[in-house]
């Protein structure tokens, strides 16, 4: 799907600039740190936040409090906050937009929504606690292959140092897309299973 269709689906403008949040809105992914750093006035792009609380923690008060806080908080940024949307809309959202955000505070091994990105070529920015990502050999080589400067796409929790990285990302968009293409790549289920057998058969 391309992008002017996706945006034509969800209703957004054709020309200007929508960077996501993806994902179950959980304290250690950053979503509140966002928010604060996110001057919607001040920037020319806008912040769609595509997710909701985990359904398997709707009894938990302090996770259903959290949620609140963030939706009312986005609100009155006039930024949207979609909830969890159906699967069939997930290809809209990373064909329509122009990034990902992934402001984690705290360091995960892997990140469903950055995999989702290298697979649609969706380039991202990262926040600094991430930064770890670049440790991985495929990551540090498809940056390095497209002359990337990976430090540029880190950010840390001030307004400045997001646009910063926006606006990098929004420069170099079309060698972040390879970048991400050849990262999928690298991790496609054939190609693993490629040099696993490659593993086994030199055992």
């Not at 122009?98 to 091994?109: N, R």
């Not at 606690?129 to 940056?143: K, M, Q, V």
């Not at 060698?175 to 058969?201: E, G, Y």
Request: hydrophobic share 40%; proline share 3%; glycine share 8%.
């Amino acid at each position: 799907m391309g992008k002017a269709e996706a945006r034509k689906k969800l209703g957004w403008h054709p020309t200007e600039t929508y960077y996501l949040y993806f994902g179950f809105l959980a304290q250690y992914k950053g979503v509140d740190r966002l928010l604060d750093i996110w001057h919607s006035e001040e920037q020319s792009n806008h912040l769609i936040i595509v997710g909701g609380q985990n359904p398997n923690h709707r009894n938990n008060k302090n996770v259903t409090k959290f949620v609140t806080d963030v939706t009312n908080k986005a609100q009155s940024k006039g930024i949207a906050v979609t909830g969890v949307v159906p699967e069939e809309q997930v290809a809209w959202y990373f064909s329509a937009a122009d990034g990902l955000i992934l402001p984690y505070t705290q360091f995960i091994s892997s990140s469903g929504p950055l995999s989702l990105a290298c697979a649609y070529g969706l380039p991202f920015i990262l926040s600094r606690p991430l930064h770890r990502y670049f440790d991985s050999s495929d990551l540090r080589d498809a940056f390095a292959q497209e002359g990337v400067d990976g430090g540029a796409i880190l950010f840390d929790f001030t307004g400045q140092s997001v646009q910063h990285a926006i606006e990098y990302s929004m420069n170099h968009t079309a060698a972040l897309r390879r970048v991400c293409h050849t990262i999928a790549d690298m991790r496609s289920f054939k190609r693993v299973a490629k040099q696993f057998v490659t593993v086994i058969n030199d055992a």
